[in-house]
């Protein structure tokens, strides 16, 4: 089938083909894939046991172990057997100082079963995972742990997992060009059909049929390219037109943008991938100015899982090597980057942070409460006084969490941290900690707000696709979409309880085979009794347990020089960063409106509080 046609009856195939192309709602927010939490793992296991101040982050890292293993589909956890189990028994309890041992024998399982995870020799049982998720009408948080799983261990095992996940959802959907090129990638074809016999046409394969040529993509080798990507530096500048350093060679931009873009004197000698007729490679976006200078890195041959980010730490480090400390401000790296193998280009914009910074947010909802934030700000002033005169640094703050939220995760981390510390001390005093203060004061909002932003995202996603749908479908759900969604400037915006009450007929509308219609019907079967209720409160409270033992985990070792893996970092930067956010809110909100910060965090407190006691009690239905 092509783009815009629509099919008259969905099965299971069509399901495992959305699921391929990637949910548009984050799931499962804060947690760790399977292989993060090994590798969260083999770091703990060389700092030592299970003493003193290791107590929490071992606490922490055996939570989110245990976590991951229990989300492992049947066929995966069985191929990981009998290390897994153990794994877990050399861990049922924490290792104290006398258990070295212990340590070594989890730190080389570890080990084991992250090569094990490297090899590729998961994949197979990974997609069986997922296809009998989709088969077994098993939970959106399920399904969205198993496509997450193959995706990083394609990943790791130097598969471009986005491009192959993108032809296994063509070949799900029955599309004759995906099947053919994966015939043709395994070797089953020796003479491809030309493409314009087939594109847009059905490759009339039985959906089993289709899953089983999936299976032998995944299994095969990633394949191998000849690997070459092309970077972009601004406040740059070179001695030669041209000059070479191994696998990078840089260049004078203006020179190669003449060379390549007006037939220049010397462009017979630019790179081939640059200059064939048939390479498609986009000159014109590389960019313009006297300052600028083109990098190219020659990653040579072989399968790489991500190219363009390999290629960015090699020129990276070679600019800083030479920079670093002298020169602070020159040699900013572009985002984007033009990317060629063996020959054929992909690419993303080349974009400079400050060209268009809302665009780099890594937390684009909550640039909304950014520029809230600092709409307040001129409005505190007046209400300085000798009782208030500690808010002072919170308008500081305002700019240190705005920055915090264009920087990578580590940095991100630490400086959301300590503006907590600073609400902290302000509204608990200096005998609570941070993460006391977040406990305390944010856990039922959080659990709360996690509950509502899924009631909203169904609303929000409840038409996504719909181009793949009947007419009279499309009718049905952009109805129901539209009543319930406003609009207003910048914001969007749902009535709770029209959404509640709209949830059944939303869910009916939805096409069956459909990631929208089993996420809108286990949240209406959610909240369709008490026990479901305080069943999903439970799940999430355990999961801002695990995230908060996690922050406390990351930022401590970031603070004082331990072991911290990239991935922990970065499934808790979003969480602490709107964390963050709340904190100076309410305490501005208190500032303007000339009273005590302290009374504001309490009463969102002690409204969360009664809240949760109604989710809890086992009578009552739910209240968003």
């Known amino acids: 089938m092509g783009e ?116 590729g020799q998961l994949l197979p049982a990974a997609w069986r995972d997922l296809l009998g998720s989709v088969r077994n009408s098993a939970g959106t948080d399920a399904l969205d742990g198993r496509r997450e799983l193959l995706h990083v261990l394609l990943q790791r095992s130097q598969h471009q997992a986005d ?150 730490v090699l020129v990276h480090s070679l600019v800083l090597a030479a920079a670093f400390p002298k020169d602070r401000h020159g040699w900013e790296l572009y985002n984007g980057y033009i990317h060629s193998a063996d020959g054929s280009c992909g690419w993303k914009v080349f974009r400079l942070l400050d060209e268009d910074i809302e665009a780099q947010m890594p937390y684009g909802p909550l640039d909304i409460t950014a520029r809230r934030l600092s709409e307040m700000a001129p409005r505190v002033a007046p209400h300085l006084s000798s009782g208030l005169a500690d808010l002072s640094g919170v308008v500081d703050a305002i700019g240190w969490w705005k920055a915090s939220g264009v920087q990578p995760p580590y940095a991100s981390v630490l400086l959301d941290v300590r503006i907590l510390e600073t609400v902290a001390g302000m509204v608990c005093g200096l005998g609570q900690t941070w993460y006391g203060y977040l406990d305390a004061y944010h856990k039922n909002g959080w659990v709360r707000r996690s509950m509502s932003t899924e009631l909203f995202h169904v609303v929000w996603h409840a038409r996504d696709d719909v181009h793949w749908w009947s007419p009279q479908e499309q009718e049905a759900v952009i109805t129901i979409h539209d009543k ?104 501005l909100t208190a500032f303007t409106e000339g009273t005590a910060a302290v009374d504001r965090h309490e009463a969102y407190r002690d409204r969360s509080d009664v809240w949760a006691r109604d989710c809890l009690s086992g009578s009552a239905t739910y209240k968003p």
């Not at 299994?219 to 406040?235: C, D, E, K, T």
């Not at 000159?283 to 290629?311: F, N, Q």
């Not at 509640?500 to 939805?510: F, G």
Request: overall charge neutral.
């Open 4 to 119: 815009g046609e629509t099919r008259a009856a969905r099965t299971w195939a069509d399901e495992v083909a959305q699921t391929l192309r990637g949910s548009k709602i984050d799931a499962a927010q804060g947690e760790l894939t399977w292989p993060d939490a090994l590798e969260q793992l083999r770091a703990r296991a060389g700092d030592g046991p299970y003493t003193g101040r290791q107590r929490q982050p071992w606490q922490a890292t055996i939570a989110d172990l245990r976590h991951a293993a229990s989300q492992l589909g049947p066929a995966v956890r069985q191929q990981l057997e009998p290390r897994l189990s153990d794994l877990l028994a050399a861990l049922a309890t924490p290792p104290n100082a006398s258990a070295a041992d212990r340590i070594a024998r989890a730190a080389r399982l570890a080990d084991e079963l992250l090569t094990q995870a490297d090899s």
């Open 163 to 312: 491009r192959l996940c993108r032809q296994l959802s063509g070949v799900m959907r029955d599309d004759a060009v995906s099947v053919q090129r994966a015939q043709m990638r395994l070797g089953d074809l020796d003479v491809a059909a030309p493409l314009r016999d087939i594109v847009g046409s059905a490759a009339g394969w039985s959906a089993q049929a289709r899953a089983d040529l999936c299976e032998r993509l995944v299994a095969a080798q990633p394949l191998a390219a000849h690997h070459v990507v092309w970077h972009a530096f601004r406040r740059a500048a070179i001695s030669k037109m041209v000059e070479e350093y191994g696998p990078v060679t840089l260049y004078d931009g203006e020179w190669l943008r003449g060379n390549l873009l007006n037939d220049g004197p010397f462009k017979s000698a630019l790179p081939a991938e640059a200059t064939a007729d048939d390479s498609f490679f986009p000159a014109e976006m590389l960019p313009e100015g006297k300052d600028v200078v083109i990098a190219r890195v020659d990653l040579g041959s072989g399968a790489r899982a991500d190219a363009p980010a390999d290629s960015r």
């Open 484 to 587: 319930l969604l406003r609009h207003e400037s910048w914001e969007s915006s749902v009535d709770m309880a029209e959404v509640i009450a709209a949830l059944p007929a939303l869910a009916a509308a939805l096409p069956e085979h459909t990631l929208q219609h089993r996420r809108t019907a286990a949240v209406a079967h959610r909240i369709s009794t008490p026990e479901g209720v305080r069943a999903w409160y439970t799940e999430l409270e355990n999961r801002w347990t695990r995230t908060l033992g996690r922050l406390r985990l990351v930022r401590n070792a970031l603070a004082h020089g331990g072991p911290v893996t990239a991935a922990a970092a970065a499934s808790v930067a979003p969480v602490v960063h709107q964390l963050t956010g709340q904190a100076l809110l309410f305490s």
